[in-house]
């Protein structure tokens, strides 16, 4: 067995000037020929008017087993949100 | 399914005095509806019995290819030819996406296909049969495609996120195939007294083998119940079946179309049809590798993988020596 091509995650930016979004994978030999199999696989109805790849390797995430610690301290400050705060009817909008 | 008959533990459903509090922990995100993401621990039998069914699944999408491209050149018009080919793409994208979720927990693409090709891996029974006529195209859209949907709509909701994610974008893209197909029939059934012929003639041979997709009854299944425990598998084959007739049967008559069972009919109580079950011995023997067009199908991957060495690995060795001249310029 020969060596596999490597794995590339895709990203593409839809038709309302909405930021790129992770849609998928796929094995490319290079950067070029993912950017042309991710049309092909990811934008047959229209998806998109713009191709990022990244090789899956280039990525460093976040640990699941630091969820907690990462994620957990947002949890209560309730403050940040515009919700938090009432603002009475006469006021108006804000 | 587009999965048949996966194995999972063997052991039936792990009892929760039984599990280790890793495991107690995993079943209760699990019940929880929490999804579970490919870093995240997981107990080694999902994982197996996983990459059993995601493969399995991709392999079918692959190998469902072929019925389907053996009309690609027969098609009757041009836009009928165009839309089949397109069809038969998506199959392939949906094959790389399952594929992609496959590997997401620890197995190779390339393991799986060489799996695939020496017998180790399956995909459905339903892909060994032949397509004889042009109204096999209307047949296969409507009912080998609308039996995928009964069964896919449903795993959009599984627990492994990225076999989740790649469902929601397979069904958005199935219920074209399934229309096309319904629409192929409708053509067929509105045509000639031969044309309308063909297309009893396809739901004829491809109504009992629609049914065996789903499986043979799993009611008393150890493999199905630690399955549906760990929210891979929603439903059994029999309640998924008994949707698919029902809402078959309609369609069937509006085509003026004769579902090839004389027991058919219509039970109040249960609020659904009483049918025939297909022949299970004749099941057995197709995914066992005895069916009509299994030789034929694994011969075709078979020479698609071995045909295709060179590309791959010329492609390789192109992309190599472009880095290299690259870092040699820089």
Redesign the interface.
Known sequence: MTAEWPLWEIFIRGQHGMSHRHMGSLHAPDAETAIRNARDVYTRRNEGVSIWVVEAAAITASSPSAKGPMFDPSESKVYRHPSFYDIPDDVGAM | MYAQMVKSTGKGVILREEMSPEERAFQDRIDAGEKI?P???MPAGYRKTLIRQIGQHAHSEIVGQLPEGNWITRAPTLERKAILL?KV??EA?HG??LY?AA?TLGI???EMT?MLLDGRMKYSSIFNYPTLTWADMGAVGWLVDGAAIMNQVPLQRTSFGPYA??MI?ICK?ESFHQRQGFDIMMTMARGTDAQRAMAQDALNRFWYPSLMMFGPSDKDSVHSAQSMAWRIKMNTNDELRQKFVDQTVPQAEYLGLTVPDDSLSWNEDKGGYDFAEPDWDEFFEVISGNGPCNADRLAARTKAWDDG?WV??G??A??EK??ARERAAQ
């Open positions: 993401e870093k995240d621990w397109a793409q998506d994208g790389l996406y992609c590997e190779s693409r390339d060489e994610r790649a974008r893209e060495a791959r690995e492609l390789l192109h992309a472009k880095r």
